[in-house]
């Protein structure tokens, strides 16, 4: 194992330290991320605890008596200031020119933590001499150093999961290759669908559960929609659904057992998720609470949602990937599964901007094929970790003039479809198709008005397939209601299996339920 020492570059430290007393608040601001790990001796160490402590406080410059002085308050780190000669080392780093340049210190603080990495992964027993090297011969440090200085910190661990996948490829087979007679395992596998049947939590949404059995576990469904369609509150309301009760009236109302949700946006920020999630909850619109238009009881019904969120704060996970790769996706979908107990991921939504460790130049890989691995990969872990897994993707502009869809439709690549078990194709509805179904709602008396359609145009393992889901979906609330099933032909399908039982529903008094000392977690 490499002596942590080895891998310090003091150089780099001194500069981060010189630069931190001079701009005291890059330390104590969001946008470094500079701890006590990053220095490997007392020295560096104690230095850098004074300068936070200073810099936490309000100090706008620091200079080597202030660090002098606060370390004299503590007997042991003063001991070893002294004997370090801390004194004489600050005054050497008042002189160096670090205060003005950003991006020279962006330099220096990029190679400390990248040392601090590497750091981190030896003592976990992961050998990292192919990213840096400390003990070549001395002629060939610059190319390490280098080599080094060519990575990002992403790319640094992205190196690492590509190891630990290519040994997980090599000795763990999660996808084994069944060869048996028809009959090896059948009287079990009938008896345990009468214990278990292959039924998921509810979707938002009667018919659309109907149709997919609700959210199943170890299945992967997609739903592609046109650009600005809406399809994140689309996803968003469904993970609300899986992580929360919601307000409805005056009643709170649990759609089957609250499960661990994971929800991955690769362009919405937190805060623009949040509000969505609250006004799901609360059944108000989201714009009544961007402008500030809430009436006393809007206001009153989102504080109480506010209530029930912070309550159940633990289901929903939410996660920002501005820049998906193939490796920094699977991590992180895995870390909270394994680690946190999440059994539903959202994923919202498919692209690749950046090369997954130079992929597509090293293995000549197209954009269309690469979609299709991150696809893969999603199913993947779908099935081997038994979770719940929904992703979207944008559709061509093929779908705008015609009535009937499907994969052929979706942006970039139809075979991003190919491993999903459920493919789904959502619009706003158009005049014409709703023409085509009027004398239904007629006839069946159903008042509420669609503005959106569902195409099912795959289910694996279900029995109605090119179908359509007429809906109302509540773009400010992301609460949908089915009211019309029928076939791409605009035939009425009859739902056999209606009656299905997707988790028992119950509902509590609002006042009741909020004044409830301890709330059941599944309701």
Same mark, same amino acid.
């Given at each position: 194992?490499?002596?942590?020492? @080895?891998?310090?570059? !003091?150089?780099?430290?001194?500069?981060?330290? #010189?630069?931190?007393?001079?701009?005291?608040?890059?330390?104590?601001?969001?946008?470094?991320?500079?701890? *006590?790990?990053?220095?490997?001796? !007392?020295?560096?160490?104690?230095?850098?605890?004074?300068?936070?402590?200073?810099?936490?406080? #309000?100090?706008?410059?620091?200079?080597?008596?202030? $660090?002098?002085?606060?370390?004299?308050?503590?007997? =042991?780190?003063?001991?070893?200031f002294?004997?370090?000669?801390?004194?004489?080392?600050?005054?050497?780093l =008042?002189?160096?020119? !670090?205060?003005?340049? @950003?991006?020279?210190?962006?330099f220096?603080?990029?190679?400390?933590k990248?040392?601090?990495?590497?750091?981190?992964?030896?003592?976990?027993?992961?050998? +990292?001499?192919?990213?840096?090297?400390?003990?070549?011969?001395?002629?060939?440090?610059?190319?390490?150093?280098?080599?080094?200085?060519?990575?990002n910190v992403?790319? %640094?661990l992205?190196?690492?999961?590509?190891?630990?996948?290519?040994i @997980?490829?090599?000795?763990?087979?999660k996808n084994?290759i069944?060869?048996?007679?028809?009959?090896?395992?059948l009287?079990?596998?009938?008896?345990?669908?009468?214990?278990?049947? &292959?039924?998921?939590?509810?979707?938002?949404?009667?018919?659309?559960? /109907?149709?997919?059995? #609700?959210?199943?576990?170890?299945?992967?469904?997609?739903?592609?929609?046109?650009?600005?369609?809406?399809k994140?509150?689309?996803?968003?309301?469904?993970?609300?659904?899986?992580?929360?009760?919601?307000?409805?009236?005056?009643?709170?109302?649990?759609?089957?057992?609250?499960?661990?949700? *994971?929800?991955?946006?690769?362009?919405?920020?937190?805060? &623009?998720?949040? +509000?969505?999630?609250?006004?799901? $909850?609360?059944?108000?619109?989201?714009?009544?609470? *961007?402008?500030?238009?809430?009436?006393?009881? &809007? !206001?009153?019904?989102?504080?109480?949602?506010?209530?029930?969120?912070?309550?159940?704060?633990?289901?929903?996970?939410?996660?920002?990937?501005?820049?998906?790769?193939?490796?920094?996706?699977?991590?992180?979908?895995?870390?909270?599964?394994?680690?946190?107990?999440?059994?539903?991921?959202? /994923?919202?939504?498919?692209?690749?901007?950046?090369?997954?460790?130079?992929?597509?130049?090293?293995?000549?890989?197209?954009?269309?094929?690469?979609?299709?691995?991150?696809?893969?990969?999603?199913?993947?872990?779908?099935?081997a970790?038994?979770?719940? %897994?929904?992703?979207?993707?944008?559709?061509?502009?093929?779908? &705008?003039?015609?009535?009937?869809?499907?994969?052929?439709?979706?942006?970039?690549s139809k075979?991003?479809?190919?491993?999903?078990?459920?493919?789904?194709?959502?619009?706003?509805?158009?005049?014409?198709?709703?023409?085509?179904?009027?004398?239904?709602?007629?006839?069946?008396?159903?008042?509420?008005?669609?503005?959106?359609v569902i195409?099912? /145009?795959?289910?694996?393992?279900g029995?109605?397939?090119?179908?359509?889901?007429?809906? /109302?979906?509540?773009?400010?609330?992301?609460?949908a209601?089915?009211?019309?099933?029928?076939?791409?032909?605009?035939?009425?399908?009859?739902?056999?299996?209606?009656?299905?039982?997707?988790?028992?529903?119950?509902?509590?008094?609002? *006042?009741?339920?909020?004044?409830? @000392?301890?709330?059941q977690?599944?309701?």
């Open positions: 194992m490499t002596n942590p020492n @080895e891998l310090f570059d !003091s150089n780099s430290a001194m500069y981060v330290l #010189g630069y931190a007393m001079k701009s005291p608040r890059s330390v104590v601001g969001d946008k470094y991320l500079l701890t *006590l790990g990053d220095f490997t001796t !007392s020295l560096y160490k104690s230095i850098f605890g004074a300068v936070w402590n200073l810099a936490s406080d #309000g100090a706008a410059r620091i200079y080597p008596q202030d $660090v002098d002085f606060y370390l004299a308050q503590y007997k =042991e780190q003063y001991k070893l002294q004997e370090g000669k801390g004194l004489e080392f600050l005054n050497q =008042e002189k160096l020119e !670090s205060g003005d340049d @950003e991006a020279l210190f962006q220096h603080y990029d190679r400390v990248k040392f601090t990495i590497l750091r981190e992964l030896n003592k976990s027993g992961i050998d +990292t001499t192919d990213i840096y090297d400390p003990r070549v011969d001395f002629f060939k440090i610059d190319a390490e150093n280098e080599k080094l200085n060519r990575l992403d790319e %640094i992205d190196k690492v999961r590509i190891k630990l996948a290519k @997980e490829k090599q000795n763990v087979n084994d069944y060869f048996q007679n028809a009959a090896k395992g009287r079990q596998l009938v008896a345990e669908l009468k214990e278990n049947p &292959e039924i998921g939590p509810s979707l938002e949404g009667d018919k659309i559960s /109907y149709i997919t059995r #609700g959210a199943r576990f170890g299945k992967y469904y997609l739903i592609s929609m046109p650009s600005g369609g809406g994140t509150r689309c996803m968003l309301g469904n993970a609300c659904r899986m992580a929360f009760p919601r307000i409805e009236g005056d009643k709170v109302v649990f759609h089957g057992d609250l499960h661990k949700v *994971l929800f991955i946006t690769t362009e919405q920020l937190p805060d &623009e998720i949040q +509000t969505l999630i609250v006004a799901y $909850v609360s059944g108000v619109p989201e714009e009544r609470l *961007l402008y500030n238009m809430l009436t006393p009881e &809007e !206001s009153v019904r989102v504080n109480q949602a506010i209530d029930i969120i912070e309550k159940y704060q633990d289901n929903f996970l939410l996660d920002v990937i501005p820049s998906p790769n193939m490796s920094n996706v699977r991590a992180k979908i895995l870390e909270p599964i394994l680690d946190k107990g999440v059994d539903m991921v959202f /994923y919202d939504y498919l692209f690749l901007p950046n090369d997954d460790d130079g992929f597509s130049k090293n293995h000549q890989y197209r954009t269309d094929q690469l979609l299709m691995m991150l696809s893969t990969q999603l199913k993947d872990i779908a099935a970790y038994n979770v719940f %897994i929904l992703s979207a993707t944008q559709l061509n502009a093929s779908w &705008e003039d015609k009535m009937v869809r499907n994969m052929n439709m979706l942006r970039d075979s991003i479809a190919d491993k999903a078990d459920i493919g789904m194709i959502a619009v706003r509805l158009q005049e014409q198709e709703y023409k085509m179904v009027e004398t239904y709602f007629e006839q069946l008396g159903i008042t509420q008005q669609p503005n959106q195409d099912i /145009y795959k289910n694996r393992r029995s109605v397939t090119a179908a359509k889901i007429f809906r /109302y979906f509540d773009y400010g609330t992301c609460r209601t089915d009211l019309l099933l029928t076939t791409q032909g605009f035939k009425l399908i009859n739902e056999s299996n209606a009656e299905i039982k997707y988790g028992d529903i119950k509902t509590y008094n609002l *006042l009741d339920f909020l004044a409830r @000392e301890v709330w977690t599944n309701g």
